[in-house]
């Protein structure tokens, strides 16, 4: 791993942090906006790391899988109480307040989505 510089990232990431203030923003639906929104935060991420990381791909698409799974596993015990953020609506939405299965699945999407991306 080495610390470097992509603008081909920083452009994905750009994107796709618009993307998600425009679904949290504008789109009330049962699926783009929790099951979408899921899988593009994955990618989000992948993409902000690779603007200054050249790694193994699969290696970081992998444990920013697993540490999504974690995050998730943690709003199963209702991890933002712990906090005391449980009335701070920014920080409830960002942390994530019920556990999904579905958000599970939405995260492994991501995670291949990630794998697209090759160096």
């Known amino acids: 791993m080495k610390l470097t510089f992509n603008l081909k990232f920083l452009i994905i990431f750009i994107a796709i942090f618009i993307a998600e203030i425009l679904i949290a923003k504008y789109v009330h639906d049962a699926y783009i906006r929790p099951f979408g929104g899921d899988v593009l935060v994955v990618v989000l991420i ?3 790391l690779r603007i200054f990381l050249k790694t193994d791909y699969k290696k970081l ?3 920013i899988l697993i ?3 974690i995050i998730e596993f943690l709003q199963a015990l209702h991890y933002v109480e ?3 953020l449980e009335n701070n ?3 409830s939405i960002v942390m994530g307040t019920y556990f999904s299965v579905y ?3 939405a995260y492994f999407v991501g995670y291949l989505i990630c794998l697209t991306f090759k160096d």
């Open 103 to 105: 958000d599970l699945l």
């Open 46 to 48: 992948y993409a902000f």
């Open 82 to 84: 712990w906090f005391g």
């Open 89 to 91: 609506k920014f920080w």
């Open 61 to 63: 698409a992998f444990g």
């Open 67 to 69: 540490f999504s799974f």
